[in-house]
């Protein structure tokens, strides 16, 4: 039997590469070009026909790349791949998860719907499931999610002296109190009052108990940053040394990142968005995934 | 019975008022913006419960406009709308209509079952019908087409004085036909060799019967405008006057408006893609086949 394919959207090229080579998938070529009118040209260099095929894609700055990406998967099947996945390191359209005002659109379902009819299966790395309790509440096909806390564990133990792990807000505080107990530090988490896309009040709880330790900042996306923005300023503004920022997903709007680095703050990231805060690697993880997901080959 | 309920997608605001006040529809609030992070945000302000609703968004540049459109279909729907069409004036994904070589992605077709999903009905103007006799070959879903040649005859008898009307090549020879008889005014045909997206080879038959008439360089789109600038540089060259070049659908890749604008050209088009260079209303058109198309209250 031949090997699955794995194809690679622009942009994903180097994680490609790595899975690839983890799993023993085949690496196959996709050319794709822009028009000069703004539409997009796309062609399987290497042929799906009969075999399982899996894209990598992710969706950080989700609009001009679902409708290329469903072209490649409408390809595949045309070209007669028996299977056709979705590796997505970073979900996008999870935070619009119910219609907070009449009339609004609730985009996380209708993403799912499309993803779900382009692909067989998907797996992504900690989708940001708010509202709902798993990606089956509103994706019809098979998932597997990559949890990326003990990575971010690993990283910590190795990487920084006397950490403080601090989570974003009470929600977090599970997931928190996880990656610090594996990283053998204390945690605490931020007092959180959200007023807008862009507007965030934030409180540190009494730290004094660990007076001396680096804090860590940790969540799941680093967006505008308000949040670790604002966190950076009120530990620095208190006397803390500078902080760790860490983030499963880095996609920095607004040059978040270059405000962090302003303040002082080490900013680290998983390479499920492409960027040079990349320092935790989530390619073992999901060839894991990949390796386990009887889905992929049945 | 409640009127049917016209939206527009951004950008397509002057056309829908138009539209609507044409036919009697109401015109709908939709409410949209981007998320720091890129994602869509929408909602819609008048509620579709129980009606027709007709949503208008021309596809010029479509990566990015796909997504929220289908978005606004799929609320529409959520919210209980009857039927739910979409006008748009330029139909984009026409051209990849066959795979050239093993492996590529027929866009078109993947375009037309996504928007097939999507909506109940599609009105637009001129598709680009290269090798679909009609847009029912790859579009599920009942569809009208505007044709826009008598509307370009008007405008060059009411503004040119002594046309003489220039088609892009020999394919286009029955349309450019038509456009002329209307107007009064003879034609002729370029001959055309095209070697790639941007590399068009032409030449101009004789034209000697006409010395002293004004060209007017006609064609469905005008994208990279390779053919146009060519063929006005061809015709100064020759000792004409500075041509006018009229396309319904002005898309105006690499800048080819000011291109032609510096070779002396007066550039004209249909309102189809919101451009400086409208001068040619598709308005009453669309509305009479809004008022026509009887799929809609159905």
């Given at each position: 039997m031949t090997s699955p394919l794995l194809v690679a959207m622009p942009g994903n090229e180097r994680l490609a590469m790595e899975l690839a080579e983890a799993v023993g998938f085949e690496l196959g070529g996709l050319e794709t070009r822009q028009f000069p009118d703004g539409e997009t040209y796309l062609r399987f260099v290497t042929t799906p026909k009969g075999r399982s095929v899996a894209i990598i894609c992710t969706l950080a700055h989700p609009n001009e790349k679902i409708l290329p990406l469903i072209f490649s998967a409408a390809t595949a099947r045309e070209l007669g791949a028996s299977k056709v996945g979705l590796i997505s390191p970073y979900l996008a359209y999870?935070?619009?998860?119910?219609?907070?005002?009449?009339?609004?659109?609730?985009?996380s379902r209708q993403v799912a719907h499309l993803l779900s009819d382009a692909f067989d299966w998907l797996i992504t790395v900690d989708p940001h499931l708010h509202r709902y309790g798993s990606l089956s509440e509103i994706y019809r096909i098979p998932t597997r999610v990559v949890h990326a806390a003990p990575l971010i564990s690993q990283w910590v133990k190795s990487k920084v002296t006397n950490p403080l792990i601090i989570g974003p807000d009470s929600e977090s505080e599970q997931w928190v109190a996880a990656v610090a107990k594996d990283a053998g530090a204390p945690f605490s988490v931020l007092e959180k009052v959200r007023r807008g896309d862009r507007d965030v009040e934030i409180k540190l709880k009494n730290l004094d108990a660990w007076t001396g330790r680096t804090p860590v900042l940790v969540d799941d996306i680093i967006s505008t940053g308000r949040t670790m923005i604002e966190a950076v300023r009120l530990l620095k503004s208190h006397g803390w040394a500078p902080p760790v920022c860490i983030a499963?997903?880095?996609?920095?709007?607004?040059n978040s990142d270059v405000f962090l680095a302003q303040l002082g703050a080490q900013v680290v990231t998983s390479n499920s968005v492409p960027h040079?805060?990349?320092?935790?690697?989530v390619g073992k993880m999901l060839a894991g995934a990949l390796s386990e997901f009887s889905t992929i080959s049945s």
């Open positions: 999870m935070r619009q998860d119910r219609r907070f005002k009449p009339g609004e659109a609730v985009t499963v997903h880095g996609l920095f709007a607004d040079g805060t990349n320092d935790i690697g």
